[in-house]
């Protein structure tokens, strides 16, 4: 099992910057791929960005350019870099791990999902 701690959320200005953490533990060894998803208040939840293990990235449109996915496999850690926020990017954020293990012979995918940590971005 793979547990996730987020930090790094907070009230911040439009145009402002946060950086997001999501440190893994327990069975951290095991993951593959990690990302951050967020979810607005009525919406439903997003993916923002993701980074493999060998550190291939992909982001939605809409934070392309604004937000950087970054990851220490040394330190079981994941980050996202959040540079001119806007209002619209106000959402609880969740980080999001995922890892691969053999059933008899079938091999499976395992998902662990953080508690998630409030992104409020307003003037």
């Known amino acids: 099992q793979v547990q996730l701690v987020e930090s790094g959320g907070g009230l911040v200005q439009p145009g402002g910057s946060l950086r997001l953490s999501c440190a893994a533990s327990?069975?951290?060894?095991?993951?593959?791929?990690m990302g951050w998803y967020r979810q607005a208040p009525g919406k439903q939840r997003e993916s923002v960005a993701a980074?493999?293990?060998?550190?291939?990235?992909n982001y939605v449109d809409s934070v392309k350019g604004r937000f950087t996915i970054s990851r220490d496999n040394a330190k079981n850690t994941v980050y996202l870099q959040m540079n001119s926020l806007k209002p619209e990017d106000t959402a609880v954020y969740y980080c999001?791990?995922?890892?691969?293990?053999?059933?008899?012979?079938?091999?499976?995918?395992?998902?662990?999902w953080g508690q998630g940590t409030q992104v409020t971005v307003s003037s």
């Open positions: 999001k791990a995922g890892d691969y293990y053999w059933d008899h012979a079938v091999l499976r995918r395992r998902e662990y």
């Open positions: 327990g069975s951290a060894h095991s993951i593959d791929d």
């Open positions: 980074i493999t293990n060998t550190g291939n990235t």
